[in-house]
């Protein structure tokens, strides 16, 4: 403080907070603020007291402090005056909700709920059998832009009578979900802007895609047997994981198809428009999807098959700019009877040229490499082959990597490959990511690579 000045008042005290705008002040309230606080901001001043009420509430139960959120959550949905904005109940006994709220499916759809995600826990051991059905009124919410659901039942006959009115929806989300196969069809139907979809756990043993809108597609396959891209004519992206049984995927038409993975050799079955993708596919126009520029494969090298299987997929990609591969590792009982490594050798050195790696990749990331022979046999052919390869990244996973001399030795190998275009492969020793980040990124748009390291 200068010399002679004198100390301001409490009462000459500037509220440098109350003086800003409206707009945001709702946005302190809405984003910084637990919602129990938010609703406290009413009784700090005059200039607060129609804040809240005047904000689109956005209620996450998690931050409602236990033991009060079963009784604080269905007030604040009955108290709050205006519109919701996001609407998060992943944590409340929605049991509770029920007994105090009754109405509150209805409620969210009259309050135009804009985010809602809803996990119904609270059945003891949740099985297939034991899931309760998701209220007639969450399908009903004309103002919702976004939907999660997880452990939900649909009810039989979704498609006759439902009324299903989303026509604002642009990413739904199911999670553990009991569905029949033509419901879910029906509901993507029903969704006429749906851009992106995330489906894993679900019951449904085929899914058939057709959305004029739809943009993005993250399918679980756990337990799929039947999947195709029936008619997406703006689907960007497609996404496929835990491949853990044999299915058909299907790619029907999606002109607009730009990035594809994981396709995996062990277990895909891949079908283009009306021909199935085998050891004796002759590469042809209808048998290639020329839009897609970046392609994911997993693939066991030390399976001849799978290794075959390789590059007949490739083979029908003849435009890929960036190519992940991920080398994957069977049990003992899938490799016991393979062929020797003298096999794999002589596979790559009579392969007719891939022409996608010939002419198009630029980019290569092999992911989960463990420096195997056969792994370095698919490296020499890239090498001899590749003519426009500006870069290879190799990754190695710290928790594989069993010494530094390991590493070395890889690096020395890699090092040693002569490509075409005078580039060195690059190792990395990176940490395993985890498979939220990975999913998180495969329905970002913003990333235009989901599959980068």
């Not at 109940?89 to 049991?95: E, G, N, P």
């Not at 759809?109 to 804009?114: F, I, L």
Request: with cysteine; charged share 20%.
């Amino acid at each position: 403080m200068a010399d002679g000045a004198a100390p301001l008042s409490a009462a000459g005290r500037r509220d440098r907070l109350s003086a800003l705008s409206d707009d945001l002040l709702h946005e302190i309230i809405t984003q910084y603020l637990p919602v129990t606080e938010a609703a406290r901001t009413a009784a700090l001043a005059r200039r607060w007291r129609h804040l809240w009420s005047s904000t689109p509430l956005v209620l996450r139960d998690a931050a409602v402090p236990e033991p009060a959120r079963d009784a604080l959550v269905p007030r604040v949905l009955a108290k709050h005056p205006g519109h919701f904005r996001t609407v998060v109940l992943l944590d409340c006994r929605l049991a509770s909700l029920d007994r105090e709220l009754p109405d509150w499916p209805r409620l969210l759809a009259d309050k135009h709920t804009q985010k809602l995600y809803l996990a119904n826990r609270s059945t003891p051991n949740l099985t297939v059998d034991t899931l309760s059905h998701i209220p007639a009124d969450i399908l009903r919410g004309d103002s919702l832009q976004e939907l999660f659901l997880a452990f939900w039942a649909f009810p039989v006959d979704l498609s006759h009578g439902a009324g299903i009115s989303l026509p604002n929806l642009r990413c739904l989300t199911l999670i553990m979900v009991v569905i029949r196969d033509e419901d879910l069809e029906h509901l993507i139907t029903a969704c006429t802007v749906l851009e992106i979809l995330k489906l894993s756990g679900t019951t449904p043993k085929r899914i058939h895609l057709r959305s004029p809108s739809l943009r993005c597609a993250l399918v679980g396959l756990s337990r799929v047997e039947d999947f195709a891209v029936v008619d997406a004519p703006l689907l960007e992206r497609l996404v496929l994981f835990l491949p853990s049984k044999v299915t058909m995927v299907k790619i029907g038409y999606a002109a607009n198809l730009r990035v594809l993975g994981h396709l995996a050799t062990r277990v895909h079955r891949l079908q283009i428009r009306d021909t199935a993708i085998g050891l004796n596919t002759v590469a042809s126009t209808s048998t290639a999807i020329p839009s897609v520029k970046i392609l994911a494969v997993t693939v066991n090298f030390g399976v001849l098959w799978e290794v075959k299987m390789l590059a007949c997929f490739l083979r029908c990609f003849p435009n890929i700019d960036t190519l992940h591969i991920e080398s994957a590792l069977h049990g003992p009982s899938v490799t016991a009877n393979e062929p020797s490594g003298e096999h794999h050798a002589r596979f790559w050195q009579e392969a007719t040229p891939v022409e996608c790696l010939r002419s198009d990749v630029k980019k290569m990331v092999i992911h989960e490499f463990r420096g195997d022979q056969n792994e370095f046999r698919f490296l020499k052919f890239v090498a001899m082959n590749a003519q426009e390869l500006q870069s290879l990244h190799v990754v190695l996973q710290e928790e594989n990597t069993s010494s530094t001399d390991n590493v070395n030795e890889t690096r020395e190998k890699l090092q040693s490959l002569q490509f075409q275009t005078g580039i060195s492969g690059v190792l990395l020793v990176l940490p395993t990511e985890g498979s939220l980040s990975r999913l998180q990124k495969a329905t970002d748009l913003t990333f235009d690579d989901p599959f980068r390291f």
